[in-house]
Nanobody, 124 residues
Framework: QVHLVESGGGSVQAGGSLRLSCAASRLTFDIYAMAWFRQAPGKEREFVAAVTWKGGTPYYKEYMTGRFTISRDKDTNTVYLQMTSLKPEDTAVYYC?????????????????WGQGTRVTVSS
């Protein structure tokens, strides 16, 4: 079991930026992937981005490429999600998750450790 703690959420105006952080404990990183998902009110949880820990290869939801950047810092056991040009439709609770296996996938059922979430609100 790994403990994940997200931070960095908040309220911003459209066009603004935020950087989310996910601090992880006791990870043997090289065999896992880490991901960000989000859940807007009344909607299902959706994939945002993922990164393989060993190689740092990023994967994104199609329409988020260019605005969102996922990265990881092995020295601090932290995953980041840099979000720019934020839109009101980006409003959601953002969750960090660790994969069950080594692949970065878009399916939430492939992840078995989740943080408590951090709320992002984008106003127009």
């Amino acid at each position: 079991q790994v403990h994940l703690v997200e931070s960095g959420g908040g309220s911003v105006q459209a066009g603004g930026s935020l950087r989310l952080s996910c601090a992880a404990s006791r990870l043997t990183f090289d065999i896992y992937a880490m991901a960000w998902f989000r859940q807007a009110p009344g909607k299902e949880r959706e994939f945002v981005a993922a990164v393989t820990w060993k190689g740092g290869t990023p994967y994104y939801k199609e329409y988020m490429t260019g605005r969102f950047t996922i990265s990881r810092d092995k020295d601090t056991n932290t995953v980041y999600l840099q979000m720019t040009s934020l839109k009101p439709e980006d409003t959601a609770v953002y969750y960090c998750a660790r994969s069950k296996g080594g692949k970065a996938t878009i399916d939430a059922t492939d992840y078995d450790n989740w943080g408590q979430g951090t709320r992002v609100t984008v106003s127009s």
